[in-house]
């Protein structure tokens, strides 16, 4: 029975916030999550649910759902100006060697699931932000930027690259930056293309890419335009037409789809324009505030890990805490020290981001003469690789069981199969 810190505030409805509000919920805590957004952010780029977030999603009873909304893409075609193939990287063989149990999905589509999970037995507010902070002894008051201020137990830090709560309790951003050199803008907008879903077209000149791929059943498109931008950018986080300016003046000059994209993305709903980071922090914690998700440990989206560090994080966060009954004093360190290993794994193996970028015109002609020639044998190895499963690539989970279920060894999972001796992959765990 959990006795002390019920009242939690969890600042950031995306993904880290929602899944620690169900386990939190689910283990007799009070969650209460803030979002700045008027309301659930559906942007539309997809991304991946891998290693044990597959775990935490099969324990929230998710796992059909996401398998259900899935994207499939299955090869990269590398395309010039006239719009012809220069070469294609099959990525079947690819996944199954080294992702097997990997779904992908929309972050929106991920996002909105774990809402509706959660939604009928947790507060959520949206259109508002917390604005400051003071924690004493018992408790931390918090003043909202819409006006009033409340008290709550304990506060959740899951707002993104730029958290809120980070720089009130830990101050300014840069300290905890890692700057990877490049600029991101992703938006969706129609398939007026007619694209597959299965497969993405990606132009390039030095030191810039733009990707189109198909999404929800090819009804939407959507577009990334990835460049490199060795100073960073500066700009104000919350204005979309600055964002707007600044992608469309780096792309004029461009071939190919660029210009239709650039007038197409002038009324895009959902540009998420923002720099390839990472945060590093020597500490997660201070007092009675925490940080989960993006705001703790953002691994940069080279990376491929954010929505996966995400859930597996708020799955141990809410698991210290109700093994601690609550106190965050042992909770908060032991949620740090469960995770920080698997984090700091994690974020190493960001790459570099050059294949889908190369950065001058003698790498973008090494790319396109020698992927030819060296995707063949790369996707041969890979077969033979992933025919060797599950030996070469299983291994034991790396969370903890808090629930009383058994964590089944990683990879060796497949899509739709439930949990060992559990139950709770169908729709009946609710929050
Ligand atoms: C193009 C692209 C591709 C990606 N590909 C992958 C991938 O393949 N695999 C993968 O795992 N990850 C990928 N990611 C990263 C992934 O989206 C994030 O790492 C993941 O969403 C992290 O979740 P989060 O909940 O911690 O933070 P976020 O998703 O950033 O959510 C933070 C939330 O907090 C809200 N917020 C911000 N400020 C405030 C405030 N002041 N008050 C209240 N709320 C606030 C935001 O509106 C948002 O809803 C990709 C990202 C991009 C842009």
């Not at 589509?109 to 902070?133: H, M, N, R």
């Not at 840069?174 to 803008?185: I, P």
């Not at 792309?251 to 959902?270: C, G, H, I, N, Y």
């Amino acid at each position: 029975m959990i006795t002390k810190n019920t009242n939690i505030l969890i600042s950031g409805a995306s993904i880290a916030g929602p899944t620690l509000a169900y386990w939190l919920k689910r283990y007799g805590f009070t969650p209460t999550v803030i979002e700045r957004a008027p309301q659930l952010r559906e942007g539309g780029y997809p991304i991946d649910v891998r290693h044990e977030a597959v775990q935490v999603a099969k324990l929230m009873g998710i796992w059909s759902r996401l398998q259900q909304e899935k994207t499939n893409i299955g090869e990269i075609s590398f395309v010039n100006e006239r719009h012809q193939r220069i070469f294609r990287v099959n990525l079947q063989p690819l996944r199954k060697a080294f992702d097997p149990s990997t779904v992908e999905i929309t972050r929106g589509d991920l996002a909105k699931t774990l809402y509706d999970l959660t939604k009928d037995e947790v507060e959520y507010c949206f259109g508002d932000s917390i604005q400051a902070l003071k924690q004493d002894e018992e408790g931390v008051d918090v003043t909202f930027e819409r006006g009033g201020s409340r008290r709550f137990d304990l506060v959740v830090g899951a707002d993104g690259l730029h958290s809120i709560v980070r720089t009130l309790v830990f101050g300014d951003e840069a300290q905890f930056e890692r700057y990877f050199g490049y600029q991101v803008g992703v938006f969706t907008t129609d398939n007026y293309l007619g694209l597959d879903e299965a497969s993405m077209q990606m132009y390039n000149v030095p030191g810039k890419g733009v990707g189109l791929r198909s999404t929800r059943g090819n009804q939407a498109l959507v577009a990334y335009f990835l460049f490199k931008q060795p100073n960073k950018l500066r700009y104000d986080h919350h204005d979309v037409e600055r964002q707007k300016q600044l992608l469309a003046e780096v792309f004029a000059s461009e071939a190919w789809e660029v210009p239709r994209l650039l007038e197409k993305m002038q009324t895009a709903p959902d540009l998420y324009f923002d720099a390839v980071s990472q945060i590093r922090m020597e500490t997660w914690s201070h007092g009675r505030a925490v940080l989960l998700g993006d705001a703790g440990y953002c691994p940069a989206l080279l990376s491929g890990q954010g929505s996966s560090l995400a859930m597996m994080g708020a799955y141990i966060l809410a698991g210290e805490l109700k093994v601690a009954l609550g106190d965050h004093q042992r909770a908060f360190p032991q949620y740090e020290q469960a995770f920080r290993p698997v984090v700091t794994k994690e974020q190493k193996k960001v790459g570099s981001g050059n294949f889908f970028v190369p950065g001058t015109g003698l790498g973008l002609w090494v790319r396109n003469h020698l992927g030819p020639l060296l995707m063949p044998p790369a996707l041969v190895a890979a077969e033979l690789w992933g025919g060797l499963l599950p030996m070469s690539n299983s291994r034991p989970s790396r969370l903890k069981d808090y629930d009383g279920n058994v964590l089944p060894t990683i990879n060796t999972i497949q899509p739709g199969e439930p949990l060992q001796g559990g139950s709770k992959d169908e729709p009946t765990a609710t929050a």
